[in-house]
Every structure is written in C-alpha cells, then in structure tokens.
C-alpha cells in the first residue's frame, strides 16, 4: 500500500497527494503505538518504506509548487 511510484505521484493532483499523504501519517502512528505498547510490527520494514514514501510527496510537492 505505501509503495508509490514516483510517476504516480507526479500525475496525481494536490488534493490526492494530501489525501495519501494524512493516510500514510495515520498508518506511520499505528504502527508506532503497537511499538510503544510493546508488540512488535508485523512487517517492521514498512515504517522506512512509509517515511519515504511521505518525504517523496512533500518532495514532489515542493517541485509542483517551484514550477507555478
């Protein structure tokens, strides 16, 4: 689910990278409560593959935004 191309982000509009962006941060803070609470992830990789799934949006934004 976190896994996002970089060509589908460059074709999505700002509402959509938003919408995904809040969804991935929902996602992130589950995962982070199971941590805290003591019970291990069930896939421990996708907290990194989610972060930079998040910083490849704020990144794409950022060059959408420097082109207008």
């Given at each position: 689910?976190?896994?996002i191309?970089?060509n589908?982000?460059?074709q999505m509009?700002e509402?959509s990278?938003?919408e995904?962006?809040?969804e991935l ?6 995962i ?8 291990m992830?069930e896939?421990?990789g996708k907290i990194k593959?989610?972060?930079?799934t998040?910083?490849r ?10 082109k207008?």
């Amino acid at each position: 689910m976190a896994i996002i191309k970089k060509n589908e982000l460059i074709q999505m509009d700002e509402k959509s990278m938003n919408e995904k962006m809040n969804e991935l941060k929902r996602e992130l803070v589950k995962i982070n409560a199971q941590i805290s609470m003591g019970t291990m992830p069930e896939n421990p990789g996708k907290i990194k593959e989610i972060r930079k799934t998040i910083a490849r949006i704020n990144t794409i934004k950022r060059i959408k935004e420097g082109k207008k």
